[in-house]
């Protein structure tokens, strides 16, 4: 039973298209978080939620948008998708008790 | 601004030597640095924290020390396996409701038999 799953594992798009990534944890915890891992494998943090609060939005171009409709969930939207987005996006999740993350497999986004 | 190093992009040694890797921190008073690591397409997997009150911390072969005067950790595996051949990440934070880490870039390190 998988405790950070994402959805897709895989998204391949145009420059100029909206898409979606989803996320769902199984862990209770109540932070979640989303990353952007680029070429160079350096792992930055884009955003996290608490109890479905945005407590953490560091410098990300407008274009991302992420919703947590309840604790288990936190998707990511991007609009208007440009070549640089492209990269493997990694969910995580987190306990108040501890300072542990758990990440998802990612997604890897190619845009053309 | 706070940066962190990792200090060397791949690492190779032999099976049954002990691997270290090093982790250096400037600009930044962390509470805890963390190990990770992670496999070719796949998520980063926590191995150890390490609190900045704690010199040393052991876990099976891993072992990490933190040296917040010289802002460093060492990260050891020793008896060293193929198996073992991953990036490892490390990663520093505070405690805080904000819950944030920030991540080195990661060392790569091959075992080879």
């Known amino acids: 039973d998988t405790a950070v799953s994402q959805t897709p594992k895989y998204l391949v798009t145009q420059m100029g298209n909206d898409k979606s990534i989803k996320c769902e944890q199984n862990?209770?915890?109540?932070?979640m978080y989303w990353y952007k891992q680029d070429s160079k494998k350096f792992l930055k943090i884009m955003f996290s939620?608490?109890?479905?609060?945005?407590?953490i939005n560091e410098t990300v171009p407008n274009r991302f948008s992420p919703k947590s409709p309840d604790k288990a969930h936190l998707n990511l939207h991007i609009n208007s998708l440009e070549l640089g987005d492209s990269a493997v996006y990694f969910c995580?999740?987190?306990?108040?008790?501890?300072?542990?993350?758990?990440f998802g497999p990612g997604t890897r986004l190619t845009v053309t | 601004s706070q940066k962190i190093e990792q200090n060397s992009e791949a690492l190779n040694i032999q099976e049954g030597k002990t691997a270290t890797l090093t982790c250096n921190y400037t600009?930044?008073?962390?509470?805890?640095l963390q190990w990770y690591r992670q496999d070719p397409g796949r998520g980063p997997v926590f191995l150890l924290l390490?609190?900045?009150?704690?010199k040393e911390k052991r876990k099976e072969r891993l072992k990490v020390t933190f040296d917040t005067t010289l802002k460093q950790s060492l990260f050891h595996i020793t008896a060293s396996q193929p198996a073992d051949s991953a990036t490892y990440l490390c990663?520093?934070?505070?405690?805080?409701?904000?819950?944030?880490?920030?991540f080195g870039s990661g060392t790569r390190l091959s075992i080879r038999p």
């Open positions: 939620y608490n109890n479905k609060e945005l407590i």
């Open positions: 390490i609190r900045e009150n704690e």
């Open positions: 995580a999740t987190a306990s108040r008790k501890s300072n542990e993350q758990y």
């Open positions: 990663a520093l934070g505070r405690e805080s409701s904000a819950s944030k880490i920030i």
């Open positions: 600009n930044y008073s962390p509470a805890y």
């Open positions: 862990l209770g915890h109540d932070t």
